[in-house]
């Protein structure tokens, strides 16, 4: 099993500037075989670009919060908007609303994954929001590359 997480992640302390990086790749292989090999390639990443609006996105997680089990499938249907000005940026819904413990969870459209749910304001805020790292820009595609690159080189 390999892991890939953009550089500014693992060397700096966290801090809400690091959201736009708060991705991560999980190569697995047995017996010298990757994953995919066995399961299918499975979802497509969806390069997401500044700007983009999404309506209908899907987030799905299994939160532990206050009232959620961390057991059950949580799944919550929303619309997104450019989140921030610089970095490799950020979407955010302000009418899907992640819980503790949804952080990881795919946001999918169209068959794809346009990004990963990073962050969410407190249950107890009414006009909550989630934040979701986006599937884009040099950041992204240069660590999928790289996971791409070495998982494939792989002797099947």
Request: proline fraction near 8%; include cysteine.
């Amino acid at each position: 099993m390999r892991t890939w997480v953009p550089a500014r992640w693992r060397s700096r302390p966290y801090s809400p500037d690091l959201l736009p990086y708060d991705v991560g790749l999980v190569g697995v292989a047995r017996r010298k075989r990757p994953l995919e090999a066995v399961t299918g390639r499975g979802l497509k990443a969806m390069p997401t670009a500044r700007g983009t609006e999404l309506r209908g996105l899907e987030l799905l997680g299994y939160p532990a919060g206050k009232g959620y089990p961390g057991t059950t499938l949580y799944r919550c249907v929303g619309d997104t908007v450019e989140a921030v000005r610089k970095g490799p940026g950020l979407m955010v819904t302000h009418n899907c609303h992640a819980t503790a413990g949804g952080s990881g969870g795919p946001a999918l459209y169209g068959g794809a994954i346009a990004g990963v749910v990073s962050s969410s304001s407190p249950l107890r805020d009414a006009e909550g929001y989630t934040v979701l790292t986006r599937l884009g820009g040099k950041v992204f595609g240069r660590m999928f590359a790289r996971a791409d690159e070495t998982m494939l080189a792989r002797p099947h």
